[in-house]
């Protein structure tokens, strides 16, 4: 089956400080993946997304590379800010296919 | 500006009243969808629709119903609402097919069933 699994938050990291969010996935065919932020009240915004192996996304400082071979879309950022502070969604969609696939969301808190 | 309305954004009813969401975009989109998300369980897909009269559903259906009448109108119908059923909904649209460009999401409607 299709599936996307993130780890576990919140996340709490100091103002610049490096971030990583693992994001793995299991999937039939060639998914594209993709990452979502959602601010405090709001829905959900496209982050970056990537629809083919070894393809990076980047969008606002933040990037992630589509792994085939550890089946894997960890979002990374060099340099937090406190805006940075939301919650990030991983998703997979099969070509062809609108039908998503999110994972459970990783809630980031960025202090001063 | 290009965007997925819902409405409302906030709902407190009782259990039993029938209630409707109601979600509109102006992009044109063929695909339209609803999700509820729910602490620890991410979006989980209720129903989507690939174009008008073509309605399917998603992983949790259970208690809801939808109609696409209107490319641009996707209602969520709760025809006796339940408390299980309080949670954040959000109604999202893409252009069919195209699944390399995402979604787009509307705010988001908290209903809160008692």
């Known amino acids: 089956g299709n599936s996307v699994t993130q780890m576990e938050g919140p996340v709490t990291l100091s103002e610049e400080a490096f971030l990583t969010i693992n994001c793995t996935y299991t999937?039939?065919?060639?998914?594209?993946l993709f990452w979502y932020v959602q601010y405090p009240g709001e829905g959900l915004q496209l982050l970056l997304k990537?629809?083919?192996?070894?393809d990076k996304g980047s969008n606002k400082g933040f990037e992630a590379t589509y792994r085939k071979e550890t089946t894997s879309f960890h979002l990374e950022k060099g340099s937090v800010q406190v805006s940075d502070s939301a919650v990030y969604f991983c998703?997979?969609?099969?070509?062809?296919?609108?039908?998503?696939?999110f994972g459970s969301g990783t809630k980031l808190n960025v202090k001063p | 500006e290009a965007q997925v309305t819902q409405n409302p954004r906030y709902l407190i009813t009782v259990t039993g009243k029938k209630l409707t969401v109601t979600c509109s975009q102006n992009?044109?989109?063929?695909?339209m969808s609803w999700y509820r998300q729910d602490p620890g369980l991410g979006l989980r897909q209720i129903y989507y629709?690939?174009?008008?009269?073509?309605?399917d559903k998603g992983d949790v259906p259970e208690g809801y119903k939808v109609s696409r009448k209107e490319k641009r109108n996707f209602p969520l119908i709760l025809e006796s609402p339940s408390p299980n059923q309080t949670s954040l909904y959000f109604c999202?649209?893409?252009?069919?097919?195209?699944?390399?460009?995402?979604?787009?999401f509307g705010s988001g409607t908290r209903l809160t069933v008692v």
């Open positions: 998703a997979l969609s099969r070509a062809n296919f609108n039908k998503f696939y």
């Open positions: 999202a649209s893409s252009q069919y097919r195209e699944t390399g460009g995402g979604y787009t």
């Open positions: 629709s690939m174009n008008v009269e073509v309605t």
């Open positions: 999937a039939t065919g060639y998914p594209s």
């Open positions: 990537a629809t083919k192996a070894d």
């Open positions: 992009m044109n989109h063929e695909y």
